[in-house]
Each structure stands twice: as structure tokens, then as C-alpha cells.
């Protein structure tokens, strides 16, 4: 049954009743909740305490530190406020300010919140750490307080840089170290929850990776948001450094947060909340989940006033002169005022449950992955009868070009490019589609790659499966075709395309590795009978292909990267060289161990990285080189380059003032990095593709261990400028110290 059109609860057969009861119970908590808690408000659940309007922090995002202190209720003030009925129900109060530490009668505020009936299930306190001996004390004081009652209590501290950076977002030199006290303190001497607020404006965007890398190292949680526009934080006027993101700015800020998204969070709430902040800033999309203040939460201020919501609620009146319950309920339609007008465009950090609309569509998403799986691509690829390779055909009208997009280094952004250049040059007006894993990250190469009139649809959807079935070719863009589950996908649309009676092509792609299950080696071989045109990379590729086949027909026509590189440096036909060791480098991950055991393999990778830290030196030194290091891949699946090449300046190079490129380069900017550089140590793949295809000085290093590097080098007779990575970890790369001055 279609679901357009279908209320989703009719869209499901009742015989799968988990996900008819799961969605029964959202579709009443939805009609409850934000449907009828709009004109019969409910009690909420959750509480913003701000118990002063003073901050000893000049934070760029927040002009609460220009306030000068007046009212600030007194604990008995606030007893009375919370014997109000509107707080019956309250589970969780959270206390900021301002700085909430500068009030010293901190452990009797939550002496009251403790003894408040009914008891509430949780509490806790957000701190600058400025002053590390008062957050310290009182905060303890606060918690015992919390203990003796049997409230839990969390503290957060706020991380916004590492370093000079924080210190430079605060306002207040110094503030990184008494925040580091702070945060060692409670983590080492406390059993308190401890974590870290990370709050992200304009200035601190190519920082937040380094806060990340702190939080696991340092073995303390870590939670991120974007600073918004808040009337209660008086930064109005702030646009400058709030919500004032570039291009690649905001790429960044997508990219990081589907890297908390995917490898990071463990909370489903606050992942959705990554992944919509990621869409918003990226995509421009309006806010897409729920928020708790949009029915189920109240903010109170140090004056007694209560709003609704922190960010744009106006004050509703005072609760110490006006029943609370009277103020919230009879203000309702301000409420409504801020949910029109407001909640579209927040990007606070606000978490609330999923609701019908959300849990439908991630519901298709999984339908989708469910059906197009590797297992059931091989048991249909079994029933299909395939005629011979389709000749010439027309020019065709429509292309779908599929692959591993949507995780694409900077290499497969370029074979991009070259197919795209390919098909443009048979079918100029040509409507080409491409099918991605993460289309975010796809429609942002189209545009590094000024192909804007390329549509970019998701591989588990409705619209890849009717793609695969009417355009008029399908092509595999490159890339391996290698032991992963993804695999399917490629098959899946091989199958549908032939089903159609239409042309499929393999463009210049490698194959393996395949050792990881008999399943693969099965799934290229089907792939490989199901195209009509099948041009390999390289030589080793053609032999595999022509086992697998019994085919002549096969031609090695190199990288399709080429191509690209190739019109580039026509259009770049020179550059003045610069003192720069170029590092292209990535992280040697498991998928690479093979029968090493996982102790040899840890040894055998720390070993191989010193080994490298060392030739890099010795290259700097002798040369008179600045060592650069340029991300080739900036997307968590598939590792972000620019995580290994911190740790590894740090690490290895520190000394040597190593220049770790934090900005997304694309292809373009990474060939002119070449160009310019004196030498490069090439280790990614296609950065030896590169070098060599621009005809510059470069050195490489087979991580594959005689895989696509040493194939590519084999094929172009450059074997003597490269390393393998078990050669490395041994010391044998001296003899290519010899070749330096001649290569370079």
C-alpha cells in the first residue's frame, strides 16, 4: 500500500504489530502533547532555573556580563513560587544563570528544589569555572545537599576552545586552565556526573574538532550546540559571530555534527538533535524535531518573571506577585505566537521524542535498507537472465551514476568529475543523476565540482529504486569494488537497469580487496556479468575481471581522477613552488590487518607512524621544508584525514611547526597545493594519483600492502617512489632519502 496520501498509521500492516504499537503510542503521545497540550496546557516537566543575571565571563555570544545585579529572588521566595501547581509534575531543574556560582547560598537554592513535593528526579548546574575554588565548593556543597536528599546531580562545564581559543570566546585570559581544573577535579576526586557545554560561533568553528578530540582523550562527555539568538542572553545585536557562517563554514559544522551523529553520541534524542542542527545549517532546512518548550517546560528568571521559552518567549509576569499556574495557562496564545513565527528557525539545542512524522520517515528509510541488502541482491541477481553487452547506443537521455558518494574523498570527488566530464561529452544535455549514501556531502561536491545541474537522491529511497529501472544507463563512477555490505546497492542497480533493458558501465574501476567472505568475490562477479562496458583502472583489476568473466572485451583505462587532473593542469599549466613538505596522509585502519593478529597490527601501525615521523624530520631538515598536512577526506565515514594529521603534528612534528590544514580543500585546491609544494609524501590513494598524474615530485606509501598504490606505481613503472607500510614500520625508507634531491 502507498503511503501517499495514507495516514501512517493505515500505511502499516497490522501484522507487524511492534511498529503498529510504537506508532499508536506516538500518534497519542503527538495528539496529547503538541496537539491538545496547545489549548489545554499541560504541567511541565522540565524547568529553566536562572537564579542571577550576572557574569563575571565576557563571552562573545552572550551579553549577560554587561547586567548589572538587582533582584534575584531569595530562597524562600523561590520555595513559594515552586508550591504553585503549575510545578506538580516538575521531573528536572536545571540551574544556569548568568554565573550561578557567583550566588553563595547556591546549596540552599537546592535545598529548596530538593525538599519541593512531589520531589524531582534529577537536577544540576552549568559553570564558567572561572573562579575554580568557589565552583568547586559550592558546587559540592550543592551536590551533598542533592545526595542526602537522593536527587541526582550533574555538573557541566563550559569548553568552547582549547586553550588560547577558550580563553578568547570567554572574554577572560585564563579561564581555559581554571576550567581544566575544574574539570579535572570532579572527574578524578568526585563520583559527580561531569561533563562538558560546547557552545559554537563563528570564531571557534575550526576548533570544535580539537574540543571533540579533548572530550575522548580526556575521558569526559561532551555536548554541542550552536549559539542562537536568545532575548534572555541579550545578544541580539551579536550577528557577527552568531549564526554568521560561511559556505564552508557551514560544511564544517554539517560535517562535525554528523561526526557526533554517527561515532560519537550513544542518546537517540541528541543524535536527532546533531543530524536536524547538521540539516539546518547545511541545508537550510527548517527545524525538524520537537522541543520540550513547546509544551512541556517553563523558564523562570532571578526576578520571579517566567517565560515560556529561554530564546524567544516574552516575559509572561511574575510569579511572585501572580499565580505561576495562572500566567502559563492564560498566556497560551503567546505560546502559539512563538511555534508560528519562531520554533522553525531555532537551532537551540533543545531535545524532545520523536514524533509520528519523524519515526514515518525514518521508517521508509529502513524499509529502504532493509529491501536492498547484499544478501537479497544475490538471490535476485540468480533469477536474472542477462542478454549480451548492449553495443553503442544512443546518446542517451538520462544517466545514473552510482558509487561509495556520499563518503567521498577528495580522489573519488574528482573520478566524479571525470565521468561526469565523460557523459557530458557524449550527451551534452544529458540529465544526470547521482545516488549517495550522504547526500549533504554529494550536493556539496556537485557544487566544488560546478556541476550544480546534478540531482543528488538518496540510495535507500524510493527515487534511487525508480532511478535504477528508467534511466537510460547506470554507471558504476569508479572506485573499488570491494568486501562491504554496500556492495548491494551497486548490484541492486545493475539489476534493475538490465531488468529495464538498459546499458550499465563499470568506469574505471579496481576490485578488492575481497576477503572477507565468499558473498563479495559472488557480488562482483554479478556486477561484472551485468555490465555492458567494463573499463578497469589497472592491470591487476583487468586479470581479477577476466578470471571472473571469461571476457576480452575488458580495457584498463587508468583512474577516471585522470581525466580531471589532466583538464586541470591544462587550465593550471604552472605554479611558483613554495617551502612546503606536503603530507597527504590517513589513518592505517583495521580493514587493512589481515592475518596480523590485533597486537601485531597496533604494533605494527605505532611502529610505522613513528618511522614516518621520522622520515618527515629528516625530509624537513634536509630540504628546508615546513611540513603541511592536507586532508584528503574530512567525512567521518571513512575516517576524517584531519583527525590523524592532529594527533600525528602533535605527535611527531611538533617542533617543526608543522601546518595542519583544518579547512576542506577540494580537488581543485589540493592539486594547486601540489603544484605549489617542493615535495609531497603521498599516502591516500589518489594523492598518488595526483603527483603523478601532474608530473610533480612525490614519494608514496603503500598502505594496502600491495594493493591499488603498488598496482597504480606498477602499471607507470614508478615502483622506486614508494614504500609499503610493513616496510615503513621496519626503518626501510632510508634509500629513498637518496632519490630526494633528484625527485624534487
Same mark, same amino acid.
Given at each position: 500500500?502507498?503511503?501517499?496520501?495514507?495516514?501512517?498509521?493505515?500505511?502499516?500492516?497490522?501484522?507487524?504489530?511492534?511498529? *503498529?504499537?510504537?506508532?499508536?503510542?506516538?500518534?497519542?503521545?503527538?495528539?496529547?502533547?503538541?496537539?491538545?497540550?496547545?489549548?489545554?496546557?499541560?504541567?511541565?516537566?522540565?524547568?529553566?532555573?536562572?537564579?542571577?543575571?550576572?557574569?563575571?565571563?565576557?563571552?562573545?555570544?552572550?551579553?549577560?556580563?554587561?547586567?548589572?545585579?538587582?533582584?534575584?529572588?531569595?530562597?524562600?521566595?523561590?520555595?513559594?513560587?515552586?508550591?504553585?501547581?503549575?510545578?506538580?509534575?516538575?521531573?528536572?531543574?536545571?540551574?544556569?544563570?548568568?554565573?550561578?556560582?557567583?550566588?553563595?547560598?547556591?546549596?540552599?537554592?537546592?535545598?529548596?528544589?530538593?525538599?519541593?513535593?512531589?520531589?524531582?528526579?534529577?537536577?544540576?548546574?552549568?559553570?564558567?569555572?572561572?573562579?575554580?575554588?568557589?565552583?568547586?565548593?559550592?558546587?559540592?556543597?550543592?551536590? @551533598?545537599?542533592?545526595?542526602?536528599?537522593?536527587?541526582?546531580?550533574?555538573?557541566?562545564?563550559?569548553?568552547?576552545?582549547?586553550?588560547?581559543?577558550?580563553?578568547?570566546?570567554?572574554?577572560?585570559?585564563?579561564?581555559?586552565?581554571?576550567?581544566?581544573?575544574?574539570?579535572?577535579?570532579?572527574?578524578?576526586?568526585?563520583?559527580?556526573?561531569?561533563?562538558?557545554?560546547?557552545?559554537?560561533?563563528?570564531?571557534?568553528?575550526?576548533?570544535?574538532?580539537?574540543?571533540?578530540?579533548?572530550?575522548?582523550?580526556?575521558?569526559?562527555?561532551?555536548?554541542?550546540?550552536? *549559539?542562537?539568538?536568545?532575548?534572555?542572553?541579550?545578544?541580539?545585536?551579536?550577528?557577527?559571530?552568531?549564526?554568521?557562517?560561511?559556505?564552508?563554514?557551514?560544511?564544517?559544522?554539517?560535517?562535525?555534527?554528523?561526526?557526533?551523529?554517527?561515532?560519537?553520541?550513544?542518546?537517540?534524542?541528541?543524535?536527532?538533535?546533531?543530524?536536524?542542527?547538521?540539516?539546518?545549517?547545511?541545508?537550510?532546512?527548517?527545524?525538524?524535531?520537537?522541543?520540550?518548550?513547546?509544551?512541556?517546560?517553563?523558564?523562570?528568571?532571578?526576578?520571579?518573571?517566567?517565560?515560556?521559552?529561554?530564546?524567544?518567549?516574552?516575559?509572561?509576569?511574575?510569579?511572585?506577585?501572580?499565580?505561576?499556574?495562572?500566567?502559563?495557562?492564560?498566556?497560551?496564545?503567546?505560546?502559539?505566537?512563538?511555534?508560528?513565527?519562531?520554533?522553525?528557525?531555532?537551532?537551540?539545542?533543545?531535545?524532545?521524542?520523536?514524533?509520528?512524522?519523524?519515526?514515518?520517515?525514518?521508517?521508509?528509510?529502513?524499509?529502504?535498507?532493509?529491501?536492498?541488502? @547484499?544478501?537479497?541482491?544475490?538471490?535476485? *541477481?540468480?533469477?536474472?537472465?542477462?542478454?549480451?553487452?548492449?553495443?553503442?547506443?544512443?546518446?542517451?537521455?538520462?544517466?545514473?551514476?552510482?558509487?561509495?558518494?556520499?563518503?567521498?574523498?577528495?580522489?573519488?570527488?574528482?573520478?566524479?568529475?571525470?565521468?561526469?566530464?565523460?557523459?557530458?561529452?557524449?550527451?551534452?544535455?544529458?540529465?544526470?543523476?547521482?545516488?549517495?549514501?550522504?547526500?549533504?556531502?554529494?550536493?556539496?561536491?556537485?557544487?566544488?565540482?560546478?556541476?550544480?545541474?546534478?540531482?543528488?537522491?538518496?540510495?535507500?529511497?524510493?527515487?534511487?529504486?525508480?532511478?535504477?529501472?528508467?534511466?537510460?544507463?547506470?554507471?558504476?563512477?569508479?572506485?573499488?569494488?570491494?568486501?562491504?555490505?554496500?556492495?548491494?546497492?551497486?548490484?541492486?542497480?545493475?539489476?534493475?537497469?538490465?531488468?529495464?533493458?538498459?546499458?550499465?558501465?563499470?568506469?574505471?574501476?579496481?576490485?578488492?580487496?575481497?576477503?572477507?567472505?565468499?558473498?563479495?568475490?559472488?557480488?562482483?562477479?554479478?556486477?561484472?556479468?551485468?555490465?555492458?562496458?567494463?573499463?578497469?583502472?589497472?592491470?591487476?583489476?583487468?586479470?581479477?575481471?577476466?578470471?571472473?568473466?571469461?571476457?576480452?572485451?575488458?580495457?584498463?583505462?587508468?583512474?577516471?581522477?585522470?581525466?580531471?587532473?589532466?583538464?586541470?593542469?591544462?587550465?593550471?599549466?604552472?605554479?611558483?613552488?613554495?617551502?612546503?613538505?606536503?603530507?597527504?596522509?590517513?589513518?592505517?585502519?583495521?580493514?587493512?590487518?589481515?592475518?596480523?593478529?590485533?597486537?601485531?597490527?597496533?604494533?605494527?601501525?605505532?611502529?610505522?607512524?613513528?618511522?614516518?615521523?621520522?622520515?618527515?624530520?629528516?625530509?624537513?631538515?634536509?630540504?628546508?621544508?615546513?611540513?603541511?598536512?592536507?586532508?584528503?577526506?574530512?567525512?567521518?565515514?571513512?575516517?576524517?584525514?584531519?583527525?590523524?594529521?592532529?594527533?600525528?603534528?602533535?605527535?611527531?612534528?611538533?617542533?617543526?611547526?608543522?601546518?595542519?590544514?583544518?579547512?576542506?580543500?577540494?580537488?581543485?585546491?589540493?592539486?594547486?597545493?601540489?603544484?605549489?609544494?617542493? @615535495?609531497?609524501?603521498?599516502?591516500?590513494?589518489?594523492?598518488?594519483?595526483?603527483?603523478?598524474?601532474?608530473?610533480?615530485?612525490?614519494?608514496?606509501?603503500?598502505?594496502?600492502?600491495?594493493?591499488?598504490?603498488?598496482?597504480?606505481?606498477?602499471?607507470?613503472?614508478?615502483?622506486?617512489?614508494?614504500?609499503?607500510?610493513?616496510?615503513?614500520? *621496519?626503518?626501510?625508507?632510508?634509500?629513498?632519502?637518496?632519490?630526494?634531491?633528484?625527485?624534487?
Amino acid at each position: 500500500m502507498s503511503a501517499r496520501g495514507t495516514h501512517p498509521l493505515l500505511a502499516i500492516p497490522w501484522r507487524k504489530a511492534k511498529a *503498529a504499537r510504537e506508532l499508536a503510542a506516538l500518534c497519542y503521545r503527538d495528539l496529547r502533547v503538541n496537539g491538545l497540550g496547545q489549548i489545554f496546557p499541560i504541567a511541565p516537566h522540565t524547568l529553566n532555573l536562572l537564579v542571577n543575571d550576572i557574569c563575571n565571563s565576557k563571552c562573545q555570544m552572550c551579553l549577560i556580563w554587561e547586567q548589572k545585579r538587582d533582584k534575584e529572588f531569595t530562597t524562600d521566595e523561590l520555595a513559594n513560587i515552586l508550591r504553585d501547581p503549575l510545578f506538580k509534575r516538575l521531573q528536572y531543574i536545571g540551574v544556569s544563570g548568568g554565573e550561578p556560582t557567583l550566588r553563595k547560598d547556591l546549596p540552599e537554592i537546592y535545598r529548596v528544589l530538593v525538599s519541593k513535593h512531589p520531589r524531582i528526579k534529577q537536577t544540576g548546574i552549568i559553570t564558567n569555572a572561572i573562579r575554580a575554588d568557589d565552583v568547586i565548593s559550592l558546587s559540592e556543597a550543592s551536590a @551533598l545537599v542533592c545526595r542526602n536528599a537522593g536527587v541526582p546531580f550533574n555538573i557541566m562545564v563550559s569548553l568552547d576552545g582549547i586553550g588560547e581559543l577558550h580563553d578568547h570566546i570567554r572574554g577572560r585570559p585564563g579561564n581555559f586552565k581554571s576550567a581544566l581544573e575544574v574539570l579535572k577535579h570532579f572527574r578524578d576526586k568526585t563520583d559527580i556526573p561531569l561533563s562538558i557545554g560546547c557552545t559554537i560561533t563563528k570564531d571557534n568553528v575550526w576548533g570544535i574538532d580539537e574540543v571533540l578530540e579533548f572530550c575522548r582523550r580526556e575521558r569526559i562527555y561532551g555536548r554541542f550546540r550552536v *549559539a542562537e539568538f536568545i532575548d534572555r542572553l541579550y545578544n541580539t545585536g551579536q550577528r557577527q559571530v552568531i549564526r554568521n557562517f560561511s559556505e564552508s563554514e557551514a560544511y564544517q559544522l554539517a560535517l562535525f555534527f554528523r561526526k557526533l551523529e554517527l561515532t560519537y553520541e550513544t542518546s537517540p534524542l541528541v543524535r536527532r538533535t546533531y543530524r536536524n542542527i547538521s540539516q539546518m545549517i547545511m541545508e537550510g532546512a527548517p527545524r525538524s524535531i520537537k522541543c520540550p518548550w513547546q509544551a512541556q517546560a517553563a523558564t523562570l528568571d532571578c526576578r520571579g518573571q517566567l517565560m515560556y521559552c529561554a530564546p524567544k518567549s516574552p516575559i509572561l509576569g511574575n510569579a511572585l506577585t501572580t499565580s505561576a499556574s495562572k500566567l502559563y495557562r492564560d498566556n497560551i496564545d503567546k505560546r502559539k505566537q512563538i511555534l508560528k513565527h519562531d520554533c522553525d528557525s531555532c537551532i537551540h539545542d533543545y531535545h524532545a521524542e520523536e514524533t509520528t512524522k519523524e519515526w514515518w520517515l525514518e521508517h521508509q528509510t529502513r524499509r529502504w535498507c532493509t529491501r536492498l541488502t @547484499l544478501e537479497r541482491a544475490l538471490i535476485a *541477481a540468480g533469477k536474472v537472465h542477462v542478454a549480451p553487452p548492449v553495443g553503442q547506443t544512443p546518446t542517451p537521455r538520462s544517466v545514473l551514476i552510482v558509487g561509495w558518494y556520499g563518503s567521498e574523498t577528495a580522489g573519488d570527488k574528482a573520478i566524479l568529475g571525470g565521468v561526469i566530464g565523460q557523459v557530458r561529452e557524449r550527451a551534452p544535455t544529458c540529465r544526470i543523476t547521482l545516488a549517495s549514501l550522504h547526500p549533504f556531502l554529494s550536493r556539496w561536491t556537485v557544487r566544488e565540482l560546478s556541476h550544480l545541474d546534478v540531482e543528488v537522491i538518496d540510495f535507500y529511497s524510493a527515487a534511487f529504486w525508480e532511478q535504477t529501472g528508467s534511466a537510460d544507463e547506470v554507471i558504476m563512477g569508479g572506485g573499488p569494488l570491494m568486501h562491504i555490505n554496500e556492495l548491494g546497492l551497486i548490484l541492486w542497480g545493475f539489476l534493475r537497469a538490465k531488468g529495464a533493458g538498459h546499458r550499465t558501465r563499470l568506469a574505471g574501476c579496481g576490485i578488492g580487496p575481497l576477503d572477507r567472505g565468499a558473498q563479495y568475490e559472488r557480488a562482483v562477479a554479478e556486477i561484472l556479468r551485468l555490465t555492458d562496458v567494463i573499463e578497469m583502472r589497472d592491470s591487476a583489476s583487468v586479470k581479477w575481471a577476466q578470471r571472473l568473466t571469461g571476457r576480452n572485451d575488458i580495457t584498463n583505462t587508468g583512474d577516471p581522477s585522470e581525466l580531471f587532473v589532466r583538464q586541470w593542469r591544462k587550465e593550471h599549466p604552472s605554479a611558483e613552488r613554495q617551502p612546503f613538505l606536503n603530507l597527504y596522509l590517513r589513518e592505517w585502519t583495521a580493514e587493512y590487518q589481515g592475518a596480523l593478529s590485533q597486537q601485531q597490527f597496533e604494533q605494527t601501525k605505532a611502529n610505522a607512524e613513528r618511522e614516518l615521523g621520522s622520515w618527515v624530520r629528516k625530509l624537513a631538515t634536509e630540504l628546508k621544508l615546513r611540513p603541511r598536512l592536507l586532508a584528503m577526506h574530512h567525512f567521518c565515514v571513512g575516517n576524517d584525514d584531519r583527525d590523524f594529521n592532529r594527533r600525528f603534528a602533535r605527535t611527531h612534528l611538533a617542533d617543526l611547526d608543522p601546518l595542519v590544514e583544518m579547512v576542506p580543500f577540494s580537488p581543485q585546491q589540493l592539486l594547486a597545493s601540489m603544484q605549489q609544494g617542493t @615535495l609531497s609524501l603521498c599516502m591516500r590513494f589518489h594523492s598518488v594519483v595526483f603527483a603523478s598524474t601532474l608530473e610533480v615530485p612525490f614519494f608514496a606509501i603503500d598502505y594496502t600492502q600491495g594493493g591499488k598504490i603498488t598496482h597504480y606505481l606498477s602499471d607507470r613503472g614508478m615502483q622506486r617512489r614508494m614504500v609499503e607500510w610493513k616496510e615503513l614500520a *621496519a626503518g626501510n625508507w632510508q634509500h629513498l632519502m637518496d632519490t630526494t634531491v633528484s625527485h624534487s
